[in-house]
């Protein structure tokens, strides 16, 4: 059986300096596991930031190709932990054994998708423009541009993925790629498997010759503020809660020197059901959309949190399916006791709030969740009422129905930034409603159509991000290959010779790297 030592991870080595222990519970039972966690004091964080910057200049150096060694070399220490890690997982988050296991694929598939990227070259972003001697009124100065990794990235992992949004998730596989050391921030509510994956990437590191401190991991609460205040961090890695995300933009933002804090925050992932497809397939629609609410007991950051539907006896009907589908629901347990409670104070605010009717769900008691739906009165979406738009994490969802299709248009304006909004709909529906494409794009990251927002495909095309407050930066995304972008600042020569540039701007090219070059261009001769 693995041992494990609770000790934080810095420079490659181990430490417990502090005097407070933390402990793990089992998600079913609530139990304390028999481990203790060590906080890390402020001394121990400072020395793990250290250690990344120190880790920094020689890993961002190193070729593309080491980087991607050391990625596949975490990816397959990864697929290496069996039977016993999965019921560790298992245990700290009651998930079962297969969410377990192809979550750990898709944790190691991250991994060998940023490898691909990084032998590929494009993330490089080169660009180069020749000189142009004879330009008149004035000369062109040789200029190139590639990218590099900004620094040392604080990443925060996640309560609902334990494995793919956490310790070698991402964020941390994005950070990686992009050549920034990472500290990385163990969930309280999965320590024992942070530990774990932890020391998969550690192994890896070493197997590949990395820089000692390319990697760290601490343990405990109100370490975070240590973490984002510190200066050698140059970037945040979140995804969590609304309010622990602004939280750490605040922190990074009042730093003498800001640095950005992409997070994921809130989404309630609008679903648009138009009146023709209610028609044709309602009772089907309803039963696929209770079984994307309750999935994994709600607890996905595209949950679809709210329905919406234009007035009609097909609309009805559909309601009718969905209530007694809901009505059905067995209980479900949560990742954890503070999930539950935080589940539990978001339907107590439903529930209070004038307006929202309770339409299905037994009642919430005990330690596991109960479904529950409801439906609010299209006014309070007209208006932007704050409560409509706050995200409950676990397996329910609100339904509006609206007078008309210049209804629902109104609706829409009202809504926040989304990281999904759905459209289901026949061919004679998007002839109707097409116009709402263009306002969806302005308010969502992914837009679907005929599909349920629960599953994000970690492939080159997709997004996962979106305005706020779904993230703190729509331009970026935390799946897919385009995350690594959030980690890499342009760097501009102006006239050096081939000797002196990076591989990937030297004329030669030897890395056979896709590039812009311009060398003809006479304009902007005075900019």
């Given amino acids: ?113 940023f490898a691909k990227v990084l032998r590929r070259g494009d993330f490089y972003g080169a ?58 921030k163990a969930h309280g509510g999965h320590m024992a498997t942070a530990e774990w994956v932890a020391d998969a990437i550690i192994r890896a590191a070493e197997k590949t010759a990395m820089p000692a401190g390319v990697f760290n991991m601490i343990y405990g609460a109100g370490v975070g503020e ?30 003498p020197q800001p640095i950005p804090v992409f997070a994921e925050m809130s989404s309630i992932n609008p679903m648009l059901l138009l009146p023709e497809a209610l028609k044709q397939r309602g009772a089907t629609i309803a039963k696929e ?99 409509l738009q706050e995200e409950v994490f676990g397996p329910t969802t609100v339904v509006v129905e609206v007078a008309d299709q210049a209804e629902l248009t109104q609706a829409l304006h009202g809504l926040r930034g989304q990281l999904t909004a759905t459209l289901i709909a026949e061919p004679a529906d998007l002839e109707v409603f097409g116009g709402l494409l263009s306002l969806l794009e302005e308010k969502a990251g992914r837009l679907l159509l005929n599909g349920y927002p629960t599953g994000v495909e970690v492939c080159e095309a997709m997004v996962h991000g979106g305005p706020y407050p779904a993230t703190s930066d729509p331009r970026g995304t935390s799946v897919g290959s385009l995350a690594i972008d959030r980690f890499l600042r342009p760097v501009c020569y102006q006239n050096y010779p081939d000797s002196l540039l990076p591989e990937a701007l030297k004329n030669a090219n030897p890395l056979g790297i896709q590039r812009l070059v311009d060398s003809v261009s006479s304009r902007d001769a005075l900019s």
């Fill in 1 to 113: 059986m693995t041992r494990i030592s609770g000790q934080n991870y810095i420079a490659g080595t181990r430490s417990a300096a502090g005097k407070v222990t933390l402990h793990s519970h089992d998600a079913t039972t609530g139990e304390a596991l028999p481990f203790d966690f060590y906080q890390a004091t402020e001394a121990e964080v400072d020395a793990a930031a250290l250690a990344a910057k120190a880790a920094y200049p020689a890993f961002r150096n190193l070729s593309a190709a080491r980087r991607a060694e050391f990625l596949e070399a975490i990816a397959d220490e990864i697929d290496g932990l069996g039977d016993e890690f999965v019921a560790q997982v298992c245990q700290e988050t009651a998930l079962p054994a297969g969410r377990i296991q192809g979550e750990r694929g898709r944790t190691s598939g991250q991994m060998r998708l």
């Fill in 127 to 184: 660009r180069i423009d020749r000189a142009l001697p004879d330009r008149q009124p004035l000369p062109r100065p040789d200029l190139r541009q590639y990218r590099i990794g900004l620094g040392p990235v604080a990443v925060f992992g996640a309560s609902n993925f334990p494995l793919a949004f956490s310790t070698a998730g991402g964020d941390t596989a994005a950070a990686l790629a992009a050549g920034c050391p990472v500290v990385f």
């Fill in 226 to 255: 240590w973490l984002v205040k510190h200066p050698a961090i140059q970037a945040v890695g979140f995804t969590g809660s609304l309010g622990g995300g602004r939280a750490l933009c605040d922190m990074a933002a009042a730093r």
């Fill in 289 to 387: 959309l209770a079984a994307s609410v309750v999935m994994g007991a709600g607890q996905f950051c595209t949950n679809p949190g709210l329905v919406i539907g234009i007035r009609s006896p097909q609309f009805s009907d559909f309601l009718q399916h969905l209530v007694a589908l809901f009505n059905e629901q067995p209980a479900q347990t949560l990742l954890n006791a503070g999930g539950l409670k935080s589940y539990c104070h978001g339907l107590d605010n439903l529930q209070a709030h004038a307006g929202i009717e309770h339409l299905a769900g037994t009642a919430q008691t005990g330690r596991q969740a109960h479904a529950q739906l409801y439906k609010a009165d299209v006014g309070l979406l007209l208006k932007g009422d704050p409560l």
